[in-house]
């Protein structure tokens, strides 16, 4: 399990509660909003006030997403790794290819503000929650 903290991120075995690793940020990321990582634990992913950023768990360097990006609400990998999902105060549905950071697709069902985003075990649904307390 991964923890945010005031220097960066902690992994913590869930079961002992004993830090596993620490990784540190960019100074961008300071203001961190959201936290993923992917199902295979090879990337983590952080949501920010206008974009994200993009690691592989362990030695890498930090890859910047698109600037003008709105605030980054809630970040969610799907179960197989293939996509990284955002949402945010833009209320769209941004769904990532996590190894190049690419855009591939964009969802606006003009909701407002989305708050979360969550992909369902088996990677064949998804649901994005409204600032009004609506599921997409």
């Not at 399990?1 to 991120?9: D, I």
């Not at 992917?38 to 952080?46: F, K, L, W």
């Not at 179960?79 to 833009?90: E, Y």
């Not at 697709?105 to 606006?108: A, I, S, T």
């Given at each position: 399990?991964?923890?945010?903290?005031?220097?960066?991120?902690v992994?913590?075995?869930?079961?002992?509660?004993?830090?596993?690793g620490r990784t540190t940020l960019p100074a961008a990321c300071s203001r961190g909003k959201s936290l993923a990582v992917?199902?295979?634990?090879?990337?983590?992913?952080?949501?920010?006030e206008r974009g994200l950023f993009l690691r592989p768990n362990g030695?890498?360097?930090?890859?910047?997403?698109p600037g003008g990006m709105s605030r980054v609400t809630s970040l969610s990998f799907?179960?197989?790794?293939?996509?990284?999902?955002?949402?945010?105060?833009?209320?769209?549905?941004?769904?990532?290819?996590?190894a190049g950071l690419i855009e591939s697709?964009?969802?606006?069902w003009n909701t407002g503000p989305l708050r979360a985003v969550a992909v369902s075990a088996?990677?064949?649904?998804?649901?994005?929650?409204?600032?009004?307390?609506?599921?997409?």
């Open positions: 399990a991964w923890a945010g903290s005031a220097s960066g991120l992994q913590l075995d869930p079961l002992a509660g004993d830090v596993l992917s199902p295979d634990g090879t990337t983590i992913a952080v949501g920010l030695p890498g360097d930090w890859v910047a997403g799907d179960p197989a790794g293939r996509w990284l999902l955002s949402v945010g105060l833009d209320g769209l549905v941004r769904f990532w290819d996590p697709r964009v969802f606006n088996d990677g064949s649904l998804a649901a994005a929650a409204t600032a009004r307390r609506g599921v997409v």
